[in-house]
């Protein structure tokens, strides 16, 4: 026998012995990916979303996993660094081979990433058929992918109801309205929707002002300024879009200049729980924020749920351990899991192709009320709650809707009903 042919013989004969023990490993497992910041400006809120997907992760696979497999997560760090979102992403979908991917928080990162998990793969490249991301952030809308749910809120379940909230008896029948905001996808977008919206309601342009400052901004001092005249009246409100760690010396320098909650109210887009534990909270009471969940959500499976979140931090050692709170995106991150693990198990497949039509319409319990995916638009029906921030970082649910908001993918306020109806067919 020559040398090649004897090469060959011990390779098949190699392959032959290792395969079977492979694909025995790859058999009881299935991989998912985890996309979040864990460093840089986002870190803030991102760590979080993290920390609870492997949570879930871990009860999933307590219970015997999925379809009879173990899930690996995959965690990466695109450490806020919108294009690498979608290099990450890439490498999970076909270095890691990732059934689906838990992850993203702004807009912009979302944004970077979308053309990759709306790509075309072969079953070389990804075995389940493709990419399927499941974001767990509030965000401006106008967007309806295939391969994306939306967990978190639309405009229509955050922004719209927050202002009216303020315009009402109940929110001080404000009349002027301050738009301060990240300067990038997300602020932008959901200004235009506001700003829209007010106009339609008869607020004079000149009584809407906007303003943008970038990622990791710290010096508020002139911005506080110019909203302390804006609100001399007493008619005015903030309705803040600042993400990441900028919220710190935001509230800190509103805070410094006598700017109270009675004087000037913070709706806030992007702060919850989570943020408030590296703020001065007691200056903050009364400042608001409009959600579809908070920690302070009187319902057992709630509580549950905030007590299991706390003792897994603890007993994996993460920052702050115990004390650690859940809020609107944690919640948001958490139920995803257990969204994809029923499509999953409903299909009856990992493929994602199956797995997305299951997605479409499914009921579930969430740890703050039992809620749903919309059959058609990939978005997550919710309730509005609008909440004022208390002394120990928590938040009084001073109002709420009767009821689960049907998402709105794109905005009625910046489109026709014709455009609407193409924008949101089923895709």
């Not at 793969?121 to 499941?134: D, I, V, W």
């Amino acid at each position: 026998m020559s040398k090649g042919l004897l090469r060959s013989a011990c390779a098949i004969l190699l392959a032959m012995l290792v395969l079977p023990a492979a694909m025995a490993r790859a058999e009881g497992t299935v991989k998912v990916g985890v996309l979040h910041s864990l460093s840089g400006t986002m870190a803030i809120s991102e760590t979080s979303l993290r920390d609870v997907v492997l949570m879930a992760v871990e009860e999933i696979n307590a219970k015997g996993g999925v379809l009879g497999k173990q899930i690996e997560p995959v965690v990466v760090d695109p450490a806020s660094n919108w294009p690498l979102f979608a290099e990450k992403a890439k490498e999970l979908i076909v270095k890691d081979q990732v059934a689906v991917t838990f992850g993203c928080w702004t807009s912009v990162s979302r944004k970077s990433a979308l053309p990759v998990f709306e790509a075309k793969y072969t079953m070389a490249e990804n075995p389940y058929g493709g990419g399927l991301l499941f974001y767990p952030v509030q965000y401006e809308g106008e967007e309806q992918s295939h391969n994306v749910f939306y967990t978190g809120a639309s405009p229509n379940e955050q922004l719209i109801p927050a202002a009216e909230y303020m315009m009402s008896k109940d929110g001080g029948s404000k009349t002027k309205f301050y738009l301060l905001g990240t300067d990038y996808v997300f602020p932008r977008t959901a200004n235009k929707v506001l700003k829209a919206f007010l106009l339609s309601k008869g607020v004079p342009a000149s009584s809407i002002a906007e303003e943008y400052t970038p990622f990791g901004h710290s010096d508020y001092q002139t911005i506080v300024s110019r909203i302390k005249a804006f609100a001399k009246d007493g008619d005015a409100c903030v309705l803040s879009t600042i993400n990441g760690d900028s919220n710190v010396p935001f509230y800190k320098e509103f805070a410094n200049q006598g700017l109270t909650a009675d004087k000037c109210p913070i709706m806030a887009f992007s702060v919850a729980e989570d943020e408030l534990r590296s703020m001065e909270t007691e200056k903050l009471v009364g400042h608001l924020a409009a959600w579809n969940y908070y920690q302070s959500i009187d319902r057992p499976e709630n509580k549950t749920f905030v007590a299991a979140f706390k003792a897994y931090c603890a007993s994996h050692k993460l920052p702050g351990g115990s004390d650690r709170v859940t809020d609107d995106p944690i919640e948001a991150a958490y139920f995803g899991v257990y969204v994809w693990k029923a499509a999953v198990e409903k299909a009856g497949t990992f493929e994602v192709e199956k797995v997305i039509p299951a997605v479409l319409g499914l009921k579930f319990d969430a740890p703050g009320c039992p809620k749903q995916m919309d059959a058609v638009n990939h978005h997550t029906w919710k309730p509005v709650l609008i909440g004022s921030i208390r002394a120990d970082g928590q938040f009084d649910i001073i109002w709420k809707t009767p009821g689960l908001v049907h998402p709105d993918s794109f905005s009625p306020y910046l489109h026709t009903p014709e455009e609407l109806k193409k924008l949101t067919a089923p895709n």
